[in-house]
């Protein structure tokens, strides 16, 4: 690893909940906060589009890391004001407003073009926008393939980044997120579930938060892997930044207290960290 390379640290919800009370007086642990959870699908017949009842996983997961963030101001982008005939490359859009870029490039470095694949699409009949892909909310979500590149370039650096993703591993495929600083690589984290689930029609969650100025980002690399013969793609939706100001511990939230998780919400929030941790001990078991 080299100097200043951090890998996120994947936190447990019980530590998560810990820290979402105790944020403003702790000190840095030097190291990215990393939320992700993934919901198998386990009959893509009968279920092309996940129900959200099932993505228990992932849920719980997203839930928590919206209450790091400051209430009624952190904004999230899903697309749907977008037509269908909107690249994906070069959509400009703010999101809590920071103004937010998608790169979305062929191998060659000239902008993916042609195709429905390289738009904003909209769910068919199914909820279905590729073999597998859906939007996790509304009806229009992107997707990427693993012969191209994608990024989210942002105008200021931001201090928490997250998005839902769908169709995962289902060919063997993995996906590794970096967080730059200009050019400068501050973080990466490889998201693999191979061994839960082959990823047909899946979904999963990611989130990572900085945990002091050194870590603010301002650039998020997608590297879809391909570990088959045939490309790949995965579906992409929800996309949600947030400013140093904008997360609890990390500024003048300058938003609804309630943001703030309050004494009386340990107890619960204590409570659903155990429910995780204890169901995955049972898994584990």
Avoid: C
């Avoid at 909940?17 to 105790?22: F, L």
């Avoid at 959200?52 to 928590?64: F, H, P, V």
């Avoid at 909209?122 to 073999?131: C, E, M, Q, R, V």
């Avoid at 969650?205 to 998020?220: K, L, M, Q, W």
């Amino acid at each position: 690893m080299s100097a200043g390379l951090r890998t996120l640290r994947r936190m447990s919800p019980l530590s998560i909940a810990t820290i979402a009370v105790i944020a403003a007086a702790a000190q840095p642990a030097q190291a990215f906060r990393l939320f992700d959870a993934y919901d198998g699908n386990p009959d893509p017949a009968e279920f092309p589009v996940l129900p959200t009842e099932q993505r228990t996983n992932t849920n719980e997961t997203a839930a928590t890391f919206s209450l790091l963030l400051a209430a009624g101001v952190v904004t999230t982008e899903g697309f749907e004001n977008f037509p269908t005939s909107q690249a994906i490359d070069g959509l400009s859009i703010p999101i809590s407003g920071v103004g937010t870029t998608l790169s979305y490039k062929n191998s060659d470095g000239t902008s993916a073009t042609g195709g429905a694949s390289t738009k904003v699409q909209k769910a068919d009949g199914n909820g279905l926008t590729n073999s597998g892909t859906f939007p996790t909310e509304g009806d229009r979500g992107i997707s990427i393939n693993s012969t191209k590149r994608f990024e989210v370039l942002l105008d200021e650096a931001i201090a928490a980044f997250s998005f839902w993703g769908t169709d995962l591993g289902d060919r063997g495929n993995t996906l590794t997120i970096e967080l730059y600083r200009d050019t400068t690589l501050l973080a990466t984290q490889p998201i693999d579930y191979l061994g839960e689930n082959s990823g047909d029609s899946s979904v999963f969650f990611f989130g990572s938060i900085a945990e002091d100025p050194t870590e603010y980002f301002n650039r998020v690399v997608f590297n879809n892997s391909k570990k088959t013969g045939n490309s790949d793609a995965i579906g992409l939706d929800q996309f949600t930044i947030a400013m140093p100001s904008q997360v609890v511990g990390l500024g003048d939230l300058g938003a609804d207290p309630t943001a703030v998780p309050t004494p009386a919400l340990l107890p619960g929030l204590l409570g659903f960290g155990l429910r995780i941790w204890k169901r995955r001990r049972a898994a584990v078991a």
